[in-house]
């Protein structure tokens, strides 16, 4: 794993999905029994953007209520945040207010923030599509609808992310002063 890459964290309640989503996208596999994340997983992952090859890690965040406290600690010098929900669990939609004050009250506000509706391939899917998309809608932040186990959405969402990654690199080399040539010519 490369340290200068740029880092995305994805967050959410417990069993919406995380580790299959970035299994899903990282490794190209899908496990229907992932074990409950502890403390924090990450990966590689690689999309292409424009016609170029974007990496990018992606740590996958526990979601339980006794790992609530070290989560932030995953937040530092991230550029995007993926909250992930469960369509067929609304609590873990009505979560998604909290975790989005858990992540602003860490970070700097500029640092996009994107939703996924998770498990849409499950039945009953309890939390409708439209109305969350209608919630994200309302809280300016861009939602895509996803199934780890059908991959339906998950390049999409991945290869969004890349595009804000590849705009930070983009950003952050602009920014980045001139070095003088140093010598006699």
């Not at 309302?138 to 059908?150: C, K, P, R």
Request: charged share 20%; proline share 5%.
């Amino acid at each position: 794993m490369q340290n200068n890459l740029p880092r995305v964290v994805v967050i959410g309640n417990s069993g919406v999905g995380k580790t299959s989503m970035v299994q899903r996208i990282a490794l190209g596999e899908f496990d229907l029994l992932n074990a409950p994340t502890v403390g924090a997983g990450v990966s590689t992952v690689t999309v292409q953007v424009n016609n170029k090859v974007v990496k990018y890690i992606v740590w996958d965040t526990a979601g339980q209520e006794m790992f609530r406290n070290i989560v932030p600690l995953y937040f530092r010098e991230v550029v995007c945040c993926i909250i992930v929900f469960s369509l067929t669990d609304p609590d873990s939609f009505n979560a998604i207010s909290d975790w989005l004050d858990i992540f602003h009250n860490n970070t700097p506000p500029e640092i996009p923030v994107v939703i996924a509706g998770n498990k849409c391939d499950k039945d009953p899917i309890i939390v409708d599509p439209e109305e969350a998309k209608i919630w994200a809608l309302e809280h300016g932040l861009d939602i895509f609808i996803t199934s780890a186990a059908t991959e339906q959405g998950i390049l999409s969402l991945f290869e969004y992310v890349g595009a804000i990654c590849a705009q930070h690199v983009s950003d952050t080399k602009r920014e980045e002063p001139k070095e003088k040539k140093q010598g006699c010519c």
